[in-house]
């Protein structure tokens, strides 16, 4: 076959078949939308429709497809591709209810926008490929959280917590606003080990983590230092304070019941407080006084506050 022949096809409606083949194979849907959001073409086959949104159409606005805040967004991301005549990209996520039944759950989704040139008299227009990214923005937030949080209780892990206290003492060299730690420590962890499995021991710092929480006031910050042991950061506290919080705690952990199956576990804690002060060189001295305080209540009988 001569060369002459295939550019022949190439401009009939053997190439509109290669170009229909070619986007029914794209995973993602491409759509043309002019600059006042209406879609004047869907590109590809039946993927778009369990990768996208189930009842979208030509010659529909994306007003009537996407809720109103992330369609104003979308618009004017439009607009603005078009006026800076270079591509664009917009991250958005649409909820449930807007996309197909086979979807059980929000979607996370990245426009890219190329403007196209004007024809004609009609209105610019944009080509608008919508990638699904929603993997890709679940696996990052859990990253994300497996970072910052304690696999097992859901708080805060030591990692960050360390994070939180590098900038708290930055704060107190500039503004010399008081911050007192304390330690607090699950008496006799092993006994619930040796009894109730590890298990039991799993679902006792579970809950007492959510007992601290609700103990602790909204301005504290709590996380798991390590094993039976809590750390907490008191913001903007001095140690009379300090002893009322960490009393409240301990008594609500002594009256707190953690069921375990057909087993009841109660247990009492420990907990030693420390204040940051002037001379300290850095927040580590503060959770050795913390430390050394937690120490002096575990040999003066446990079940006791002691602030150094």
């Given at each position: ?34 600059q006042n959001g ?45 006026e800076d005549e ?80 590098k900038r708290t ?140």
């Amino acid at each position: 076959m001569k060369d002459t022949q295939y550019t022949e096809d190439f401009t009939s409606d053997y190439f509109k078949e290669v170009l229909t083949i070619f986007f029914d194979a794209l995973p993602d849907p491409i759509f043309v939308i002019n600059q006042n959001g209406l879609i004047l073409s869907v590109l590809g086959g039946s993927s778009h429709k369990v990768n996208c949104f189930p009842n979208v159409r030509e010659s529909q606005y994306l007003h009537d497809t996407l809720p109103l805040e992330v369609a104003d967004k979308c618009l004017h991301t439009i607009n603005k591709a078009i006026e800076d005549e270079s591509l664009i990209c917009i991250d958005y996520e649409v909820e449930k209810k807007y996309l197909s039944p086979e979807f059980c759950s929000n979607q996370f989704y990245q426009g890219r926008i190329f403007p196209l040139k004007q024809y004609k008299s009609d209105l610019r227009a944009v080509l608008w490929i919508a990638i699904n990214t929603t993997e890709k923005v679940l696996f990052t937030k859990k990253l994300n959280e497996l970072a910052i949080n304690d696999e097992l209780t859901g708080i805060n892990n030591r990692r960050y917590f360390n994070e939180v206290m590098k900038r708290t003492f930055d704060m107190f060299q500039r503004d010399k606003v008081s911050f007192c730690i304390l330690m607090l420590d699950i008496d006799f962890f092993k006994k619930v080990n040796d009894s109730y499995g590890h298990d039991g021991g799993d679902a006792l710092l579970k809950s007492l983590a959510c007992t601290l929480k609700e103990s602790l006031r909204d301005i504290d910050f709590l996380a798991r230092y390590g094993g039976e042991e809590f750390i907490a950061l008191l913001p903007n506290t001095e140690k009379s304070d300090a002893f009322i919080v960490a009393q409240r705690v301990r008594l609500a952990v002594e009256k707190s019941i953690v069921q375990h199956g057909t087993q009841k576990i109660r247990v009492t804690m420990s907990i030693g407080g420390g204040e940051i002060s002037p001379g300290d060189k850095d927040y580590e001295s503060v959770i050795k006084r913390a430390d050394v305080a937690l120490y002096e209540a575990k040999n003066s009988g446990r079940n006791k506050v002691v602030i150094a």
